[in-house]
């Protein structure tokens, strides 16, 4: 089993940043692909970004290219999706997640964190 704990959340100004972390217990995630997903008010929850085991190749949803970094610190068992220039679209619950697999479906990622909210305001 893995525990996920989400951090970094926060309620900013369009145009700031946040840095969100993710770390992760009763097993390394160094054997698991990892992923940001985020859920808006009434929507679905929808694919941010995510990173391959050793960090070596991360993808990310079109409209934060450019503004969100994912990371990972296997030494210490812990995910980063770096935020900058946030807007107001950008308002969520974060949700970091581990799978076996890497694809952007949620349904393929077996163990979540509890999520943290972002809210940006104009």
């Known amino acids: 089993q893995v525990q996920l704990v989400e951090s970094g959340g926060g309620s900013v100004q369009a145009g700031d940043s946040l840095r969100l972390s993710c770390i992760g217990s009763?097993?390394?995630?160094?054997?698991?692909?990892m992923g940001w997903f985020r859920q808006a008010p009434g929507k679905e929850r929808e694919f941010v970004a995510r990173i391959t085991t050793m960090g070596s190749t991360t993808d990310y949803v079109d409209s934060v290219k450019g503004r969100f970094t994912i990371s990972r610190d296997n030494a210490k068992n812990t995910l980063y999706l770096q935020m900058l220039s946030l807007k107001p679209e950008d308002t969520a619950v974060y949700y970091c997640a581990a799978g076996s697999i890497w694809k952007r479906d949620p349904e393929k990622y077996a163990y979540w964190g509890q999520g943290t909210q972002v809210t940006v305001s104009s």
């Open positions: 009763g097993r390394a995630l160094s054997a698991y692909a």
